[in-house]
Structures are given as C-alpha cells and as structure tokens.
C-alpha cells in the first residue's frame, strides 16, 4: 500500500533505490568559490557537486562488505564520512558534520578527534551495529588517552562505547581523509545548529531496571550457582525452600 518509504536514509520505491537528499545536503549546499582561480572553474565545481551527491559515488550500501568511517576534527566543528570500498574503488553512503558547542570547543586535540569517532558510531549506528567496521583515526591520539594517568571518566566511557563495535583502528595518516576534514570546515561556513548528540552505550539503557525484581537471586543463583555472600543462614534456607520450584 505504501508507494515509498525511507529504508536507512535511502528513499526505496518501484524506481529501486535512490539516494536521500538529507544524506548529501551538505555537499549539495557547498558554497561557491570566491576566488578568481575559483570561479573560473564554476561548472567543474558544479559538476563535482553532482558527482558527490549522486550514484554511483553515493550509494546504498553493502552488507557482506566492511564499512569504512573517516573522521575529522578541527577547533570548532567535527566532520565524519561512511563508506565502503568495492574492487578497490570507495563509495560514500553518508556525509554527516557538526558544530561544536562551548565546552566541546575547549577539548584538547587528542579528545576532538576521538569525539568526531563517537560522534560518527552514534549518526552511523544503524549500520554499524554487527557489522565491520573500519575507522581511520590518529593512532598517536588513542595511544596518549590509553596511557594518559589522569585519564577523564568521559573519555574512558568514550573508548569503552569503541569496544561496543566490531571495529579494526588504522592510522589515517597515511590515508587521503580530505572529504571529511572539508566537512568539519563546511559546518563552520553554515553555521550549523550545535546541538548535543548522544555519546552513551546503544544498549547501556535496554535493559535498566529502577528496582530489582523478585526473581533477580533466582536467576542469578540458576546461571551461576551462587547466593549473595551477606546472606544469613535464615535467608539461604528460605531461599532454597522455594528455589525448586523453578528448576
């Protein structure tokens, strides 16, 4: 009944699968040069933005391939771009960028790059989640936040919500990451909207209960055999009393 839907950020319909202009906005909103070099180059501008926002450089992506994060991270804003490389050849699945806010602007280098790699898990998770992943960040910056003494707890949850994934780090020194790294500067040119963005554990709240439940020791002692330790000889026999009823 339904002629089209939005499936994961690409519009499916009788035509296929086409791209969502929210996914490319920010390509498609690049502001003209002003330069004289610039202009003189105006319709191969043009045409690069076609290219980028288009199939088949954008693209819906493939699930029995890994998908690729590139981050970037400058004063003001963060910059993140998914993709995936098929034959050798990369293709974009999504641009995403944001403004940082006044406390954020105040992190050190090493912790605005690991909060671009945050930033792009949580805009990206619905594809990232049980897949590969590889993500190109600054290996000197995790091995300073590793080896930091007076490490924060934020960045401890930061580096905890990394493990999270099934994700392989590698140096992005020694990769091209201009796309993303233009994103960072292109949300500061618009002026984006600083708004806070989720860095807590996708499943960290799933299963939170505000008050124990009555079978919390029951299931407990049924997985590992075990009974609380500050329990007195009283509570162990009237726990046992009723545990056989659960067996």
């Known amino acids: ?55 088949p450089i954008v693209t819906a992506p493939k699930w029995q391939l890994p ?20 034959d050798g050849k990369p293709y974009v699945i999504y641009y995403a960028s944001k403004i940082l806010n006044g406390a954020q602007k105040n992190y050190t280098t090493a912790e605005k790059e ?23 960040i600054d290996h000197s910056v995790l091995k300073y936040l590793l080896t930091k003494q007076d490490t924060k707890a934020r960045l401890i949850r930061w580096i905890l919500l990394l493990q999270e994934f099934n994700l392989q ?10 796309v993303a790294d233009h994103l960072s500067r292109l949300a ?27 079978y919390a020791h029951i299931a407990n002692y049924l997985v590992s055999g075990e009974v609380p330790s500050e329990w007195k000889a009283q509570d162990r026999k009237h726990f046992f009393a009723k545990i056989h009823a659960y067996y």
Not at 67 to 86: H, S
Not at 121 to 136: E, R
Not at 190 to 203: G, I, Q
Request: charged share 20%.
């Open 188 to 214: 500061i040119a618009h002026n984006s909207h600083v708004l806070p963005f989720n860095d807590d554990f996708p499943e960290e709240s799933l299963m939170l209960l505000a008050n124990t439940p009555w």
């Open 114 to 136: 690991l909060l671009a790699s945050v930033f792009a898990l949580d805009k990206f998770c619905a594809y990232l989640v049980g897949s590969f992943i590889v993500v190109f």
């Open 67 to 86: 998908f690729e994060v590139m981050c970037d991270a400058n004063d003001f804003a963060i910059g993140a771009v998914l993709g995936q490389k098929e």
């Open 1 to 55: 009944m339904v002629q089209q839907g939005i499936v994961l950020g690409h519009i499916i319909s009788e035509k296929g699968i086409e791209v969502d202009k929210a996914k490319a906005e920010l390509i498609v909103k690049l502001p003209s040069p002003t330069t004289v070099k610039g202009v003189r180059c105006q319709r191969s501008f043009e045409q690069l933005k076609q290219f980028l926002t288009t199939a």
């Open 169 to 178: 780090i590698r140096d992005k020194k020694g990769v091209e990451n201009v």
